[in-house]
């Protein structure tokens, strides 16, 4: 090879890595902070943030809230204990009044606090699981409960229909006992309902102690407690920053109605953000089906270790929820399962494939003739020449953007962001403290 060959295939080398740069197109960031990532207005937006990077996806979670409540939207966040979460929350919000944090060591919460009587036997009807088989006859049991404890101007709270004297239920209603004694019609209308829910009174009380015992960490311990107590309702009217520690996502009950109240707002036509960290995306605990809700001002935030492992390994589940959101943020990841799930759905690319060929040739050969300087005749070499070439064969062939492998390498605080609005895959190599 000459010296303008191998200038040559320098050049061509480098065009070739280059339109497979811009083929593959990511778009690569200096170091910079994730909330520069998070759109200042997330009305109705969808999020999945993935990896086993604590503090990367806790400052995810805490800049979506930050740009929630700058654009006067109530952000809940449902998560199991994450200490990372609770400390960034702390750094970001403390002190302010537009935060509450509840759960063990911080503020109380009751499921069924401020609701309305109606309201709850409705509530447990809906949520109650197939193996309670309540039916309007168990909703009507429920109805006497809380018109017992409505009629006799006591605070309905779960302790409260826990600790209900069940067996002496029906003497109560009959004899009007207490200081405050009942009306006749309303002791009627109890006596009718009580007769009607009579026969489903053992699993409304099954169902009670279920729920009381997945609560228990989060209840106030006495009455006068209540006076702090936060509620789903109460803190989306009041545009606050909830960030509830739901102790275990198999509190199956517990997650449940808190899904049907958030669906309640949602039928309210009420705007929020919701934040699920590290809940699975299950059927039973009414998760799946928020996380698929689709509504004008109803923005979701899917965040965890492991999002595709949340979703139960459910490929279909898994692509239905990343087709519906407008941005991914991607971690590390130490399953290379879930890695290869997310490689695929940054698709793939044409990239140009180089094959070079090398092979040798010889020219010239044999002849007669007189030899220089001989006086005789006899064989001569003549034009005898070895040598090589390279051939370049060219092929589009698909290449994964983000191979399986880049996402289990990530650093601790690197990671990629794809935005469905410009269809910019990005890669940060360092992501800054907030």
């Known amino acids: 090879m000459g010296l303008l060959d191998y200038i040559g295939d320098i050049l061509r080398e480098r065009q070739v890595a280059k339109t497979n740069i811009q083929r593959r197109g990511i778009t690569f960031y200096k170091p910079s902070q994730i909330g520069g990532f998070v759109e200042s207005d997330i009305t109705g937006m969808k999020v999945v943030c993935s990896g086993d990077s604590e503090d990367l996806r806790s400052e995810v979670i805490v800049s979506l809230c930050v740009s929630a409540a700058n654009a006067g939207l109530p952000a809940i966040v449902l998560h199991q204990g994450d200490a990372a979460l609770k400390s960034q929350f702390g750094k970001v919000f403390g002190g302010s009044g537009i935060y509450t944090e509840l759960g063990p060591g911080a503020g ?26 309540l039916t309007c006859d168990g909703q009507a049991y429920i109805d006497v409960l809380t018109g017992f404890l409505a009629a ?36 009627r209308d109890l006596q009718t309902s009580l007769a009607q829910g009579q026969k489903e009174a053992h699993k409304v009380r099954a169902y009670l102690s279920e729920l009381c015992d997945e609560c228990i960490p989060l209840l106030p311990p006495d009455k006068s407690a209540y006076a ?41 036509r009420m705007p929020f953000f919701l934040i699920l960290d590290n809940i699975g995306i299950r059927e039973e605990n009414g ?41 991914w943020f991607v971690f590390h990841h130490s399953s290379g399962l879930s890695a290869e799930k997310w490689s695929g759905a940054f698709s793939s690319y044409r990239k140009i494939d180089t094959t070079v060929n090398i092979g040798k040739n010889h020219t010239g ?64 190599e360092t992501f800054l403290p907030q």
């Open 108 to 133: 109380y919460f009751d499921p069924l606090y401020g609701m309305q009587p109606s309201r709850i036997s409705r509530l447990m009807v809906d949520t109650a699981p197939e193996k309670y088989g």
């Open 152 to 187: 006799k101007g006591r605070m309905i709270t779960l302790k409260g229909l826990c600790s209900c004297p069940h067996a002496r239920l029906p003497a109560l209603i009959s004899s009007g006992a207490g200081a405050v004694p009942l009306p006749p019609s309303i002791m």
């Open 228 to 268: 702090g107590c936060e509620s789903i309702f109460s803190a989306a009217g009041q545009k606050k920053v909830l960030s509830l520690d739901i102790i275990s996502d198999g509190n199956s009950l517990l997650l449940k109605i808190l899904a049907e109240q958030l669906q309640t707002l949602i039928r309210r």
């Open 287 to 327: 998760m799946k089906g928020l996380c698929l809700q689709q509504a004008g001002d109803f923005g979701c935030a899917l965040a965890g270790d492991d999002v595709y492992a949340l979703c139960g390994g459910n490929e279909k589940l898994f692509g239905t929820i990343l087709g519906s959101s407008g941005k």
């Open 365 to 428: 050969g044999w002849g007669f003739g007189l030899q220089p300087g001989s006086p005789s005749h006899g064989f001569l070499n003549w034009n005898s020449q070895n040598g090589t070439h390279q051939g370049y064969a060219y092929a589009n062939k698909d290449e994964a953007v983000i191979r399986g492998e880049e996402i289990r390498g990530l650093d601790r605080r690197s990671g990629y962001i794809y935005t469905a609005a410009e269809r910019e895959t990005a890669y940060v």
